[in-house]
């Protein structure tokens, strides 16, 4: 109640003023229900429709040595608040880059197990495709040789899906990551990849949002864990271009969750922080496309990282998600309300 009395109150000044004053930490969050079945983390998230969202692969609790890769794919129905399972992806994927294009799901790469080894991740090209009608899922080949990559910074413009940077491989013993800097797009009713300027640098685990015909690339880190950056990259559709040089975050972060409201792209928790204990950051901060700012929003309620963001209407849903730097999954979800 004090925090909409309070945004009110920023609001009346911004009009007074007529300048964009932004409400500090204006916003709320609240819980529904946690992900059936198991903690998940390093997860694909993204919205089907206004009622739907679903999160793909991702990676269990630590048991037998390892955090598990799993195949569990989960849907989330805002109007029953519960979550059901559906068909597994083909196989076990974590930080797969998905999307949704027409009515379909598409994942395209992502990270998977080495066979011999239960501490070192490589990026698969394999893609596919899933009907949510039909329940099924099919293989649609392979993004180009050189170019797989997990946790790339994912968006859709049209029938298109843009995939920019990510990581070719990692090992969770030493936290050398093959961060990438290569940019790919794949047209769903072409059936074709194209492959793009690359990015300015490399990055993984980044913030990502398509505002007019712009795709954003915010933060993420390069290289490992604590490499975190604040910089924001913007490419665009129509010039072909990557700018530089736009407003930098207010904090280096790297792995949150992202999501777009009307022009403000959210970036919201993230790791490689530290200064807090768990070196999972609360900060939610929105960068406005509109004015090259940036804003502060109510800090998450359970600060998270590893997940993804999805927006629809006014809110960021963040289901799942890790409690410390690297791991400790949770099946916690909530969504945070401008
Ligand atoms: C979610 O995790 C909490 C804490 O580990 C556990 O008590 C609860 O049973 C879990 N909920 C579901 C739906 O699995
Ligand atoms: C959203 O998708 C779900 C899952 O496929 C479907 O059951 C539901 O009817 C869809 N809702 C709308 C409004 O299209
Ligand atoms: C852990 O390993 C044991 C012995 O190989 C196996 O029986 C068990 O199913 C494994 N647990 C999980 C969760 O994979
Ligand atoms: C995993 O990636 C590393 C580094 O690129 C490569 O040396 C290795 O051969 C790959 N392993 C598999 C099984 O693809
Ligand atoms: C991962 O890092 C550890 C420690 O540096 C090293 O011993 C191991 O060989 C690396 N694994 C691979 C597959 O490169
Ligand atoms: C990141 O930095 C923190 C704090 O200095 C440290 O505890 C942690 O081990 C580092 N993580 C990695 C993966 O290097
Ligand atoms: C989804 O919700 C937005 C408003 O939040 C609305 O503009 C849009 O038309 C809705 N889409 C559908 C398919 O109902």
Same mark, same amino acid.
């Given at each position: ?17 007529? $300048? ?11 819980? /529904? ?12 998230? /993204? ?15 630590? $048991?037998?040595?390892?955090?598990? $890769? =799993? !195949? ?12 059901? !399972? ?11 880059? +998905? ?7 598409? =994942? ?10 239960? @501490?070192?991740?490589?990026?698969? *090209? ?6 949510? %009608?039909?329940?099924?899922? %099919? ?6 040789? *050189? ?12 029938? @298109? ?19 990438? +800097? ?7 009713? #072409? ?19 398509? =505002? ?15 490499? !975190? ?13 990557? +700018? $530089? *040089? ?14 777009? /409201? *009307? @022009?403000? /792209? ?9 200064? %807090?204990? +768990? ?9 406005? @496309?509109? #004015? ?47």
């Amino acid at each position: 109640m004090f925090l909409h009395t309070l945004s009110t109150l920023f609001l009346l000044l911004g009009l007074i003023s007529s $300048t964009t004053i932004l409400a500090p930490h204006s916003g709320s969050w609240t819980a /529904i229900a946690p992900i059936a079945l198991q903690p998940r983390q390093e997860h694909g998230a /993204i919205k089907l429709n206004n009622t739907t969202f679903y999160i793909l692969g991702g990676i269990y609790p630590f $048991t037998n040595s390892t955090y598990p $890769t =799993v !195949t569990t794919v989960q849907k989330y129905s805002l109007p029953t608040n519960l979550w059901t !399972t559906v068909a597994p992806l083909p196989l076990p994927l974590n930080h797969p880059n +998905s999307a949704v294009v027409n009515g379909k799901i598409y =994942v395209l790469g992502g990270l998977t197990t080495v066979a011999d080894s239960t @501490t070192f991740w490589n990026a698969t *090209g394999a893609c596919f495709e899933y009907d949510p %009608t039909l329940d099924v899922w %099919t293989s649609i080949g392979e993004l180009p040789k *050189g170019r797989w990559t997990g946790s790339a910074a994912v968006s859709v413009s049209g029938s @298109t899906v843009y995939l920019a940077g990510g990581l070719a491989n990692t090992n969770l013993t030493d936290d050398e990551e093959g961060t990438i +800097s290569l940019f790919t797009s794949y047209d769903v009713v #072409t059936k074709r990849f194209a492959v793009l300027p690359d990015m300015p640098e490399p990055r993984d685990h980044a913030g990502v949002g398509m =505002v007019d015909n712009k795709l954003y690339v915010l933060g993420g880190r390069a290289y490992g864990h604590n490499n !975190t950056k604040d910089t924001v990259f913007a490419y665009d559709l129509e010039s072909n271009c990557w +700018s $530089t *040089g736009l407003a930098p975050m207010p904090i280096a972060r790297g792995g949150g969750a992202s999501g777009v /409201i *009307g @022009t403000q /792209i959210f970036v919201i928790g993230g790791e490689g922080d530290q200064d %807090t204990a +768990s070196g999972v950051s609360p900060q939610n901060q929105a960068y406005d @496309t509109a #004015t090259n700012t940036w804003g502060s929003y109510a800090s998450m309620d359970i600060p998270r990282h590893g997940t993804a963001g999805v927006a629809i209407g006014d809110r960021v849903y963040i289901p799942g998600g890790g409690l410390h730097e690297g791991g400790l999954p949770t099946n916690y979800t909530s969504y945070f309300q401008l």
